[in-house]
């Protein structure tokens, strides 16, 4: 009871600091609803892309969905992410944490129960997978910086793994203003490091591995989604790979074709219980969270995923996006955004024994554990300007509404295994067999369970 008591604490001290620091992103619900703005300045790298495909497919026949994607979305020069600040009503989708503070802020919290409750390690590493503009972070390091007090002297350090120049470049002014440097040479790990504007050391990678070893926090909000998938569909004589071909009948033109023979993909990444009759696996993702699981059994610390994805149930869910309307997967390839539902089952599955998982769970209940509405109320007690109040109510009721962003938005987390044991502490020095005495309950994991924060 009194470690609960400590996590709520640890959220009234956000929920109700004096003054509330308010921050409105510019953004409003009508533009998210309708989902729908102007692209016409962005650049169309589509036909440059288009070609660089077509004479991949001439040279080496079809190629795999995720060969497809991985080119469209993060070719060094003419990629989708490496090209574009793609994020926010001029772009071609909105996420949550551009939609409203009290998002980061929450997941700021999360981050400081995790570490308390692991003990207090006395250096914590906050490390994010693909930032976009930075403000998750950004609103996270604010709550760091708000509760200094609790973190306890503890030396904090950020950690941005993104594959993006542009991205990167933008997520640097967001976070440290022009405190950040560029590595000397292209290829350093390291590719950009600097001082948060909290006074934090953070650094830029394009790989986990590169990122150093200790007690971290991971976290990947719409990252995982943007991996890489494979595609299958069952026939009569098996499982058979999708691949992306060149149409025959419009020769500037792409389709999907189901290739007649097995490929090492299909003979190797279907469950042999498999149900469904199409399937979609990101092989990219399990290795991912496989490096991750066996990170956190090793160094200690937790990771929090958090996208649109199914417990292993959906079947096609490859999807375009273009100025916030649904787009054509194979149009214009470059020009918009690609993406499929990540399959929470398949990534449970490659963590393995190896750390405990809880979720998914709806966006929706692990904002509500977390104690959104509370966090508005607080805000909106300070606020007095009417359209700022209706956009922090609409933000926040984007984020959790069922039939906006709260369902199909889920979180699933992984844990170090004595994160949710109980420590044995045992009297030593004595000559018999120590007596095991049980320490204090384990902290309940923020969001995927009710904290009582209201
Ligand atoms: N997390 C942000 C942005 C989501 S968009 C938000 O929720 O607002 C996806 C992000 O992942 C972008 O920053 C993109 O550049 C990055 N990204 C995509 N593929 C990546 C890869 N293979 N490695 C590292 N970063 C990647």
């Given at each position: 009871m009194r470690t609960v008591r400590a996590l709520q604490r640890l959220s009234r001290d956000l929920v109700c600091p004096c003054p509330p620091l308010l921050f409105v992103r510019s953004w409003s619900v009508a533009q998210s609803q309708s989902c729908s703005s102007s692209s016409a300045e962005k650049p169309m790298p589509g036909n440059s892309m288009l070609r660089h495909l077509t004479s991949k497919i001439k040279a080496t026949g079809p190629i795999s969905v995720a060969e497809y994607m991985r080119e469209v979305l993060t070719n060094p020069v003419m990629g989708y992410y490496v090209q574009n600040d793609m994020l926010g009503p001029d772009g071609d989708f909105i996420t949550s944490p551009e939609i409203s503070q009290i998002f980061g802020e929450l997941l700021g919290i999360w981050c400081l129960s995790e570490w308390m409750g692991a003990g207090k390690p006395s250096r914590f590493q906050l490390v994010e997978f693909g930032p976009g503009r930075g403000s998750l972070a950004n609103d996270i390091l604010r709550v760091f910086s708000q509760l200094r007090g609790a973190l306890g002297g503890a030396a904090v350090s950020v950690h941005l793994v993104e594959v993006s120049p542009k991205l990167s470049q933008i997520q640097a002014q967001c976070l440290t203003g022009d405190q950040s440097q560029v590595s000397a040479s292209e290829d350093e790990p390291v590719y950009r490091q600097g001082t948060t504007t909290t006074g934090l050391p953070i650094s830029w990678y394009r790989n986990l591995d590169d990122v150093p070893r200790g007690f971290s926090?991971?976290?990947?909000?719409?990252?995982?989604?943007?991996?890489?998938?494979?595609?299958?569909?069952?026939?009569?004589?098996?499982?058979?790979?999708?691949?992306?071909?060149?149409?025959?009948?419009?020769?500037?033109?792409?389709?999907?074709?189901?290739?007649?023979?097995?490929?090492?993909?299909?003979?190797?990444?279907?469950?042999?219980?498999?149900?469904?009759?199409?399937?979609?696996?990101?092989?990219?993702?399990?290795?991912?969270?496989?490096?991750?699981?066996?990170?956190?059994?090793?160094?200690?610390?937790?990771?929090?995923?958090?996208?649109?994805?199914?417990?292993?149930?959906?079947?096609?869910?490859?999807?375009?996006?273009?100025?916030?309307?649904?787009?054509?997967?194979?149009?214009?390839?470059?020009?918009?955004?690609?993406?499929?539902?990540?399959?929470?089952?398949?990534?449970?599955?490659?963590?393995?024994?190896?750390?405990?998982?809880?979720?998914?769970?709806?966006?929706?209940?692990?904002?509500?554990?977390?104690?959104?509405?509370?966090?508005?109320?607080?805000?909106?007690?300070?606020?007095?300007?009417?359209?700022?109040?209706?956009?922090?109510?609409?933000?926040?009721?984007?984020?959790?509404?069922?039939?906006?962003?709260?369902?199909?938005?889920?979180?699933?987390?992984?844990?170090?295994?004595?994160?949710?044991?109980?420590?044995?502490?045992?009297?030593?020095?004595?000559?018999?067999?120590?007596?095991?005495?049980?320490?204090?309950?384990?902290?309940?994991?923020?969001?995927?369970?009710?904290?009582?924060?209201s």
């Open positions: 926090i991971y976290l990947a909000h719409e990252f995982f989604d943007a991996l890489p998938i494979h595609k299958f569909q069952g026939t009569e004589k098996g499982w058979r790979e999708v691949m992306v071909d060149i149409d025959p009948d419009e020769p500037g033109k792409l389709r999907l074709v189901i290739v007649p023979a097995p490929t090492l993909a299909s003979t190797q990444l279907i469950q042999a219980d498999e149900k469904r009759r199409h399937v979609e696996v990101c092989p990219e993702g399990g290795v991912i969270v496989q490096r991750l699981a066996n990170r956190i059994a090793k160094d200690g610390g937790a990771a929090l995923i958090a996208d649109y994805g199914h417990d292993g149930t959906k079947t096609d869910t490859f999807r375009g996006f273009k100025s916030h309307e649904l787009h054509d997967v194979l149009a214009s390839p470059g020009s918009a955004d690609l993406t499929a539902d990540v399959d929470y089952s398949y990534l449970r599955r490659m963590a393995g024994a190896t750390v405990a998982c809880m979720g998914p769970i709806s966006q929706k209940d692990f904002l509500k554990n977390m104690g959104i509405d509370t966090r508005l109320q607080v805000l909106l007690r300070n606020c007095a300007d009417p359209s700022t109040r209706a956009q922090l109510i609409q933000g926040c009721d984007m984020l959790t509404n069922p039939l906006k962003m709260g369902e199909r938005f889920q979180f699933f987390t992984m844990l170090n295994h004595s994160r949710l044991t109980r420590p044995e502490q045992s009297k030593r020095g004595k000559k018999m067999a120590p007596v095991p005495k049980m320490g204090p309950a384990p902290l309940p994991v923020a969001g995927f369970s009710e904290l009582g924060l």
